[in-house]
């Protein structure tokens, strides 16, 4: 036994030209056919708002008795939307993901941690405020909240050049004010006493919607022949001569 270990030490391997020349070529087609399967879409979603609700610990009156908070932080409560690990599941099956919050780093990180757990790594990106523009305007809504935009073209970094291929999932509809029209589709806003919430279960609206863009061509022509949630801010929109200052004054900078 020893002689035969021996010799299968010893033995000189003698290699073909024409074999190499042939696993060349089979490692040549195997890359051509790795090229040949389409990329999967892009899925960008945003984060409170969307898939949970942050409650500031010390605001008493929006504290909910029945239920307890997923995960707190400094000051912040923080409540996960109903279903949301089961679609954050169905997501990744279909699609190439990534959050994209307009909250500050540590808000990001904490609270993924909690509605992530164990598919964070999945993340094609993580993106925090530092990646919005910051349009220099304040909300309607809460005249001291900045209103931050979320701008498709800083992901050709990530390899999505076009937006035939992205799509933005918010409940902010003015965070989408620089893109190309038929990006985005906008849901509304999750609130933590919303206990019968499903718009994020199995068989929902947007799980069915989101099932016929995965076999789509491109994005915009599905958005457009699929209106979906909140009405995108256009000339239409009741407030668009604010909306248009902003439009105006980031396209002269």
Not at 41 to 60: E, P
Not at 162 to 170: F, G, P, R, T
Not at 202 to 214: I, K, R
């Amino acid at each position: 036994m020893a002689r035969e270990t021996s010799n299968l030490k010893n033995k000189s391997v003698s290699y073909d030209s024409s074999d190499e020349e042939e696993d060349l070529v089979d490692f040549g087609l195997a890359l051509e056919k790795l090229s040949l399967v389409p990329r999967k879409k892009l899925l960008v979603l945003s984060l409170g708002g969307l898939l949970c609700h942050r409650v500031f610990r010390h605001d008493k009156s929006k504290i909910p008795r029945y239920r307890d908070p997923d995960t707190s932080y400094g000051s912040f409560l923080v409540y996960k939307r109903p279903h949301c690990e089961e679609f954050m599941k169905f997501c990744f099956e279909r699609f190439e993901v990534g959050i994209w919050s307009s909250a500050r780093e540590w808000h990001l990180n904490n609270t993924l941690d909690c509605i992530m757990r164990g598919m964070k790594s999945k993340l094609a990106v993580a993106w925090d405020q530092d990646k919005c523009t910051d349009s220099g305007f304040k909300t309607l809504e809460k005249k001291d909240k900045p209103i931050f935009l979320k701008e498709l073209k800083k992901l050709g970094s990530l390899g999505f050049e076009h937006s035939s291929k992205v799509l933005l999932i918010d409940d902010k509809p003015y965070k989408t004010l620089l893109n190309p029209p038929h990006t985005a589709i906008f849901l509304n806003e999750y609130n933590v006493d919303q206990v019968n919430d499903t718009a994020l279960g199995p068989n929902s609206e947007l799980q069915l919607y989101l099932d016929g863009l995965a076999g789509a061509e491109n994005v915009p022509s599905y958005v457009k022949e699929h209106p979906f949630g909140q009405p995108a801010i256009t000339p239409e929109h009741s407030d668009w001569e604010y909306y248009s200052r902003i439009i105006r004054r980031l396209k002269e900078e």
